[in-house]
């Protein structure tokens, strides 16, 4: 059973439209993430969820809109999407402790490409 | 200074060899360390935590030092199945004085081991 999925793996898309990837785990886990892994294959944390509520939003535009509908499910979403937007974003899990994540387990990726 | 700095690699070294990674962190209040691995288009996984006293893997070992604020992978006997991108990973307060935490990645090193 796969612990961290995301749908989809591939996404192809113009400039200026709004897609949305989703993430599932089923580790039982209270916090999910979204990151983004960009050409350089620098990994940046964008945002993180604890028991579905907002707990890390780190500097990204505001066209990119999380949402946890409940603890085992983080989605995002882009509105007008830009070249720039191009790259692998990762969900992952952990449990944390006491706001300390353990070992995080990451989805296989959705590779965005914007044209 | 950046956030978690690795060497930049690639490392190209035929089976057998020891290999050795080196990363520096900025942050002095960082909590706990980690390396993980990435294969190429996959996604990234826990290697091993990095405890203050060292701590060994089978052919994997790592080091921490806090006071030069320095971690270290060293890995022996390497394998083909070694070849991967070594990510050093710091856990640190996702803002000053804050009780919540986030991973903060390097950008990591491409090790090729060769037959």
């Known amino acids: 059973d796969t612990a961290v999925s995301q749908t989809p793996k591939y996404l192809v898309t113009q400039m200026g439209n709004d897609k949305s990837i989703k993430c599932e785990q089923n580790?039982?886990?209270?916090?999910m993430y979204w990151y983004k892994q960009d050409s350089k294959k620098f990994l940046k944390i964008m945002f993180s969820y604890n028991n579905k509520e907002l707990i890390i939003n780190e500097t990204v535009p505001n066209r990119f809109s999380p949402k946890s509908p409940d603890k085992a499910h983080l989605n995002l979403h882009i509105n007008s999407l830009e070249l720039g937007d191009s790259a692998v974003y990762f969900c992952?899990?952990?449990?944390?402790?006491?706001?300390?994540?353990?070992?995080?387990?990451f989805g296989p990726g959705t590779r965005l490409t914007v044209t | 200074r950046k956030e978690v700095e690795q060497d930049p690699g690639p490392f190209n070294v035929p089976e057998g060899a020891t290999v050795a990674f080196n990363c520096t962190y900025s942050?002095?209040?960082?909590?706990?360390f980690f390396w993980y691995r990435q294969d190429c288009r996959k996604e990234p996984k826990l290697l091993m935590s990095v405890y203050s006293s060292g701590n060994e893997d089978g052919r994997f070992t790592a080091q921490l030092n806090r006071a030069s604020q320095y971690i270290s992978l060293l890995i022996r006997d390497s394998k083909l199945s070694d070849s991967a991108t070594y990510l050093c990973?710091?856990?640190?307060?996702?803002?000053?004085?804050?009780?919540?935490?986030?991973?903060?990645f390097g950008k990591g090193t491409l090790l090729t081991v060769n037959p």
């Open positions: 990973v710091v856990n640190q307060a996702a803002w000053s004085g804050g009780s919540n935490y986030k991973l903060t």
């Open positions: 942050n002095s209040a960082s909590q706990s």
């Open positions: 580790l039982g886990h209270d916090t």
């Open positions: 992952a899990s952990s449990q944390e402790t006491s706001g300390m994540p353990y070992e995080q387990y």
